[in-house]
């Protein structure tokens, strides 16, 4: 089976653009997670989609960040307009039925300059 | 916010050696999970430890869930080549929702042939 699919692999935007990162999930699974880490930090958990809906975004940083699910299929977080704290990896991860089994993307590197 | 101190941050060994790391917290948690990060790639769940007092193995990887609930250890045997990566220590503490998991900094692990 396909794994978590990520696109841009790498992005190098400038500051004050804005940057839309897609997450295509495992076929099936109904939940999908966001993830971002910044260089040298922990992993932080940005939000959670069931299907098509926001099941918690308590972990994304502001309203620059945008994040949809279409249809409860693929995802995608758009950050508008970007910021140089805004670098880091953005990691989507999925699962069928909720479990901690999440299989992670490769993430995308995103660098604001 | 609950955090996860995960120590060391980083250990250069030689092969055949066995290796141990650990994560501790304030507070409790209620999950325990160890990942690993290949170079380019997404995080990979190795052990998830539910109970406190759970001591599980995955080939020659061990992980326990401390009594206290507050922290949890990785032992690698016989390290070899391919073990090399980053490992995470993550967790679900009180009151989190399912999906919004709490990641440790890293340990970047080195082998040496």
């Known amino acids: 089976e396909a794994g978590v699919t990520q696109f841009p692999s790498h992005s190098v935007i400038e500051k004050g653009q804005t940057v839309t990162l897609r997450c295509d999930p495992i076929?099936?699974?109904?939940?999908l997670y966001w993830y971002r880490r910044v260089m040298g930090k922990e992993i932080k958990f940005l939000l959670h989609f069931v299907k098509e809906s926001k099941q918690d975004e308590s972990g994304m940083p502001n309203n620059r960040f945008l994040a949809e699910r279409t249809g409860g299929t693929y995802s995608t977080l758009k950050v508008q307009p970007a910021e140089l704290e805004d670098s880091g990896v953005y990691f989507c991860a999925s699962s069928q039925d909720g479990s901690y089994g999440y299989t992670f993307g490769s993430g995308t590197r995103l660098t604001v300059v | 916010g609950q955090q996860l101190n995960q120590s060391p941050q980083s250990m250069f060994i030689q092969e055949g050696e066995d290796v141990s790391m650990n994560c501790t917290s304030s507070s409790i948690f209620n999950t325990w999970l160890w990942y690993k990060q290949d170079p380019g790639e997404g995080p990979v769940l190795l052990i998830a430890l539910y109970k406190a007092g759970e001591l599980t193995s995955n080939g020659r990887l061990t992980a326990q869930f401390g009594i206290t609930r507050k922290d949890s250890f990785l032992n690698i045997s016989a390290s070899i080549p391919s073990d090399v990566g980053i490992y995470f220590c993550a967790g679900r503490g009180l009151g989190g929702s399912q999906g919004n998991l709490i990641f440790g900094k890293g340990t970047k692990l080195s082998v040496k042939p």
């Open positions: 076929s099936g699974h109904d939940n």
